[in-house]
């Protein structure tokens, strides 16, 4: 049991978790951040894909408030909140919901589905071979968000901006992100919080509860639609949440989080150099 508690010790200090917070300081620490790096860069435009869920809901809505903070400092500053669906979104309403709330300076959609395809049809033409569609489609959803990372980038290229991230310390535990996809970003207001820390600071910027609430899902797969975030994990949220406060967790719970730790760890770092 000591080995256990070091382990989850040493993961909460390196992955800046806190057991417990105030979700309004919170509130006003990761905006008054995101303020300050926009200011300090010299960049005067944050950007940010909204999907509908609860951490790209409430990354926007610090993003948004960050942004008129600059405002008020004299920084000619605005939040670019962008939808990037894959074709039609299962859950657009929810998305669209997520935007009323965050009430963004602007709005860009840009359909990542042509793009996607395209690049998946020449790998294929190039002569890549897939084992099955579920790895086909596998490689497409990592395609997918790469893509969507790439239209970020280009739109903060184009009005001077930094791309925010969404990247919390559950997702960071597990590597329950793509590489150089929704991993990729300039500045991640959300480190350090659990999930449910998440829906605390939503539920103190006053975001919608089914927002708040709602059952996390990347939605890469195009074969399972909306797959549950703790399905493709194989582990709740709540396991995740107690390992990173240092609660017990079960056997089958810290051997799954643990393996996936350590599976993922290039995911944490920069890239490998002699």
Do not use: W
């Not at 200090?13 to 057991?19: F, G, I, N, Y």
């Not at 099955?132 to 497409?140: N, P, Q, S």
């Not at 399905?231 to 949220?237: K, N, Q, R, S, W």
């Amino acid at each position: 049991m000591i080995d256990r508690q070091e382990t989850q010790s040493h993961i909460q200090k390196v992955l800046q978790v806190k057991p417990k917070i105030d979700a309004q300081q919170e509130v006003e620490t990761r905006v008054d951040f995101l303020c300050r790096q926009m200011m300090e860069s010299g960049q005067h435009a944050l950007v940010l894909g909204i999907s509908g869920g609860v951490d790209s809901t409430v990354g926007g809505r610090l993003a948004q408030l960050a942004a008129e903070r600059a405002r008020e400092q004299g920084v000619n500053a605005y939040f670019y909140a962008m939808r990037l669906p894959y074709g039609t979104q299962h859950d657009e309403e929810d998305a669209q919901q997520a935007l009323t709330f965050i009430n963004p300076d602007h709005v860009l959609t840009v359909n990542i589905k042509p793009a996607s395809d395209a690049l998946l049809a020449a790998l294929e033409e190039g002569g890549l071979a897939f084992n099955d569609e579920g790895h086909r489609d596998f490689v497409l959803g990592n395609i997918k968000a790469r893509q969507r990372m790439v239209a970020q980038y280009a739109a903060a290229g184009a009005r001077g901006g930094l791309v925010v991230g969404t990247d919390q310390a559950a997702e960071a535990l597990m590597g329950f992100f793509t590489k150089y996809g929704d991993g990729a970003c300039d500045v991640a207001p959300l480190t350090g919080l659990t999930k449910s820390q998440v829906r605390e600071v939503g539920a103190a910027l006053d975001a919608p509860a089914f927002l708040v609430e709602k059952q996390p899902t990347a939605d890469l797969e195009t074969l399972k639609p909306q797959l549950a975030d703790e399905v493709a994990l194989g582990v709740t949220y709540v396991d995740i949440d107690a390992f990173l406060i240092g609660d017990t967790v079960s056997d089958q719970a810290y051997n799954t989080i643990i393996d996936t730790y350590t599976r993922t760890e290039h995911k944490r770092q920069l890239p490998i150099a002699p």
